[in-house]
């Protein structure tokens, strides 16, 4: 078992910017990699970035190229996601993710955390 907590939205004018942790515990091992996703109401879960927990490589989605960054501290098990120039169309629930490399499908989830960015 992972678990995982994510921490670090709140509401956020436009323009602005967050930075989202994610504190994960337990069978760490499993973990290869760490991703984020972000889900607004009515609308389907989307994939934003993942990160190697070993070799620190990223993956972005085209649509947040530029504006967010994945990084992770390994003392501190935590991954983080920064968001800037926060736009409306960001507001969602963020959550974060981990999977074990040997698997596309990621098992454990946190619990989200709500991002409100306003105009």
């Known amino acids: 078992q992972v678990q995982l907590v994510e921490s670090g939205g709140g509401s956020v004018q436009a323009g602005g910017s967050l930075r989202l942790s994610c504190a994960a515990s337990?069978?760490?091992?499993?973990?290869?990699?760490m991703g984020w996703f972000r889900q607004a109401p009515g609308k389907e879960r989307e994939f934003l970035a993942a990160?190697?927990?070993?070799?620190?490589?990223?993956y972005y989605a085209d649509s947040v190229k530029g504006r967010f960054t994945i990084s992770r501290d390994i003392a501190k098990n935590t991954v983080y996601l920064q968001i800037d120039s926060l736009k409306p169309e960001d507001t969602a629930i963020y959550y974060c993710?981990?999977?074990?490399?040997?698997?596309?499908?990621?098992?454990?989830w946190g619990q989200g955390t709500q991002v409100t960015v306003s105009s």
């Open positions: 337990g069978r760490t091992f499993s973990a290869d990699f």
């Open positions: 990160i190697n927990w070993r070799g620190g490589t990223t």
């Open positions: 993710a981990a999977r074990p490399g040997t698997s596309p499908i990621y098992p454990y």
